[in-house]
């Protein structure tokens, strides 16, 4: 199959271990499932009941936290696709580029929680969504966006940590099409 003749079809075929479509498809299932759940929780999960609205140094550090967490289980991650090329791990690189956004967006929101005025136009959950998401696209529309220090700070940390990280798993996720497509 050459990669000018890929179709959607291939396309699930190639990001799983079997060939037919039919179990293609099926490769889809874990992260989309895991995509909605995330959403879920991140929607449902009372933020302002944890009792960080007002600390800022907690809601910092443990912002931080779920960054540096975040980078262990990426690095961690491609480091065993590269050794074994698994087909589960490539579920798994989706899965964390899931949860980037979904970590980064709760930052957002809890920064914005804790210490208000630090994000312009930064009012509820779907606007950390937003604004991770065109930051983590480097779009960046500008109507939401940083004004304090802090929320300056943390778009630097989420800027550095997409230069890395994602571009770790796009990079590794590149590969593996190219190498599935050129079999």
Known sequence: MSSQTVNATDWTAIMHTGSAPQEGRQGWLRPGLTLIGLLLIFYAFPVGAIGLSGRTVSSVVLILLGVACLAWGITAQVRRHLQDGSEA???????????????FASGYYLLELSAPGQMVGLETRTDALYFTLSTLTTIGYGDVHAAGQLGRGMVIVQIVF??????????????HIRARVSR
């Open 89 to 103: 791990d490539v579920q798994s690189l989706i899965m964390l580029l899931e949860l980037v956004a979904v970590v």
């Open 162 to 175: 997409d230069v890395v990280f994602v571009a770790a798993i796009v990079a590794t996720l590149s590969g």
